[in-house]
């Protein structure tokens, strides 16, 4: 992924929700075009943030069973107030319904309780093997990948054993 913009997972309850934060500061190089003298945190960015954070439930819920989890859509995306340098955007995502290959999210994020993107996502999760036989040992190098990524993101205070399942 070419911007990780999830920073930590808060919350996590597999196969329910997630809470996620981003932190913007002022060293995202892309605030130096958007827009100069005013930075903001782009709009399609905000959507982003709350993709990857749907697209980490559903890999956790799934106990990591696909390599490939990407939108498919975005309904009903509605922006509010700005995301600027020096303020943390948070990021819920709840899966509403689940069929084989896609997974439907109703998600927002926020930033002082204020609300600032929701939207409708639609995400759907495949192995590479699954179209290209070939790419199975490409597929298990991206779900460790993952996995190890996961664990920087995830660190609850209470053992493992208490995450909600």
Partial sequence: MRFSL??????????????????LS?????????FPGFPV????LMLEA?????AWLVRASEDFAHS????????????GQFVEPGKTLVVSAQIVGQTDGLTTLKASGTVDECATVGARLVLERYNLADRDPTQASTDALLKQQLREL???????QQTTDQVAR
Wanted: proline share 4%; charged share 30%.
């Fill in 50 to 54: 709350m993709t990857q954070a749907g």
């Fill in 6 to 23: 999830i920073d930590r997972i808060d919350e996590l309850e597999l196969g329910k929700r997630i809470v996620a934060v981003k932190s």
């Fill in 68 to 79: 490939v989890v990407v939108l498919r859509e975005a309904k009903n995306v509605k922006y």
């Fill in 150 to 156: 996961f664990a920087l993101l995830w660190r609850p």
């Fill in 41 to 44: 945190m782009p709009g399609v």
């Fill in 26 to 34: 002022m060293a995202e190089e892309y605030l130096a075009d958007h």
